[in-house]
């Protein structure tokens, strides 16, 4: 099987492909957008993917992809998993922490340690992925750069630690998911699954779909809105808990609930406790 991840070996994306298929063939993708594509288009069988992060949030440009559109086929998720952040500074043999001018990164790696990176003195500059920021300053071979990437990401490119947990929190967790190119399935032991909600124009429409949800018997743990279609458009993404299996999921979504316009059911797995 071939698993599709987003950034280089010795990411905390190829981390998470490692734990979940540790017999896979695991390709790597620069960004986000390829590895979708190469999901549609059959290059990968699977694609694992960070949906959200405790410190920062939602990973937006995944979101927002899950739904597709009618030009694209239909996604759907397997699996959640969790990985635990620590973030390191890894410099060039020889630098010491207090030469570091500028750090690079992930987007979401920096902003998990804006605060850190602050009190640090060191300016972050944004790039493609953790392990490929080590990579670059490896190969750029300034003392005063440093990449921020998992702990043992340097010692391949021959990098060493200046510093071990540089970030804002202590709970700092990534939430993955397993995504394949097919419709929603139910196990038995399913008991949780994402849906797309958009709502009918009408007042109250979003706490009414949501009370009706909750007596129902549904343990809400996400909801986040973001654009959709047409212009001040929106539509809600809700992370569900509730009784495992088909009957399960069919209690709560079945009949949909009255002021919901539309319901996307983006799959069901086995909810993981961290």
Not at 120 to 149: C, M, N, S
Not at 155 to 175: F, P, Q
Not at 198 to 226: C, D, K, Q, W, Y
Not at 239 to 262: F, I, K, S, Y
């Amino acid at each position: 099987m071939i698993i599709g991840y987003q950034g280089e070996p010795h990411s905390y994306s190829h981390q998470a492909s490692t734990e979940l298929f540790p017999g896979g063939e695991l390709v790597g993708f620069r960004g986000f957008a390829s590895a979708f594509a190469a999901l549609e288009a059959g290059d990968v069988d699977r694609l694992v993917v960070p949906v959200e992060n405790s410190t920062t949030g939602s990973v937006l440009p995944v979101l927002d992809r899950l739904p597709g559109d009618d030009s694209h086929v239909r996604f759907s998720i397997l699996a959640e998993h969790l990985v635990e952040v620590r973030h390191a500074l890894h410099g060039l043999e020889g630098a010491s922490l207090d030469q570091i001018k500028e750090v690079r990164s992930h987007p979401q790696a920096l902003a998990q340690a804006e605060h850190a990176l602050l009190t640090l003195g060191i300016e972050p500059v944004p790039t493609h992925d953790t392990a490929g920021a080590v990579r670059q300053v490896a190969e750029g071979g300034d003392p005063t750069i440093a990449a921020l990437a998992p702990p043992n990401a340097g010692a391949a490119h021959g990098l060493v630690v200046l510093k071990e947990d540089v970030l804002d929190k202590s709970h700092n967790t990534t939430r993955f998911v397993v995504i394949h190119v097919g419709d929603p399935e139910v196990n038995e032991d399913d008991d949780k699954t994402t849906i797309v909600v958009t709502f009918a124009h009408t007042p109250g429409a979003l706490a009414l779909v949501l009370t009706e949800l909750g007596l129902r018997g549904a343990n809400l743990t996400r909801i986040e809105s973001r654009p959709a279609g047409a212009a001040w458009n929106y539509r809600s993404f809700i992370d569900l808990v509730h009784e495992p299996g088909v009957e399960g999921l069919r209690h709560v979504l079945e009949p949909p609930p009255a002021n919901a316009a539309t319901i996307l059911n983006l799959g069901s797995y086995k909810a993981v406790v961290s």
